[in-house]
Nanobody, 123 residues
Framework: VQLVQSGGGLVQSGGSLRLSCTAS???????IGWFRQAPGKQREGVSC????????YYSNSVRGRFTMTRDRAKNTAYLEMNRLTHEDTAVYYC??????????????????WGRGSQVTVSS
C-alpha cells in the first residue's frame, strides 16, 4: 500500500490550500483521513472518512473551515483548507486503514501513512 501526498506550502493567514492523497495497493475498501502535527504538539486527527463514506469526522478546530472529500474513481482524497490561521501550521499526514472506520467523535487508528506535507500559515 502506498499513499502519495501532494499540495501544501506557504500561505498567508486567511488564505486557502488543498491537499491531495492518492492511494494504491488496496484490494478492498478503506477509510482515509488527514492528521497533523505541529512542532511540540501531539499528532491530531483533522478529518477522516469511513470506508462507506457515510461517516465524516472533523476536529473542532477545523470544522466549518476544512472540507474533506474522496474520489473513489481516482483513489484520491482531498482536504480543502479555508480561512487558514497560524494555528493550522503543521505537517499534514494522509493515512488509511482497511479495517477501522472513524466515528463522529474521532478518526481512530490508521495502519498506512503518507510521508507528510508541510503547511505553513504566515500571520
Amino acid at each position: 500500500v502506498q499513499l502519495v501526498q501532494s499540495g501544501g506550502g506557504l500561505v498567508q493567514s486567511g488564505g486557502s490550500l488543498r491537499l491531495s492523497c492518492t492511494a494504491s495497493g488496496f484490494t478492498d475498501d478503506y477509510s482515509i483521513g488527514w492528521f497533523r502535527q505541529a512542532p511540540g504538539k501531539q499528532r491530531e486527527g483533522v478529518s477522516c472518512i469511513s470506508r462507506s463514506g457515510e461517516t465524516v469526522y472533523y476536529s473542532n478546530s477545523v470544522r466549518g473551515r476544512f472540507t474533506m472529500t474522496r474520489d473513489r474513481a481516482k483513489n484520491t482524497a482531498y482536504l480543502e483548507m479555508n480561512r487558514l490561521t497560524h494555528e493550522d501550521t503543521a505537517v499534514y499526514y494522509c493515512a488509511a486503514d482497511p479495517l477501522n472506520d472513524p466515528t463522529v467523535a474521532l478518526c481512530g487508528a490508521m495502519e498506512y501513512w503518507g510521508r507528510g506535507s508541510q503547511v505553513t500559515v504566515s500571520s
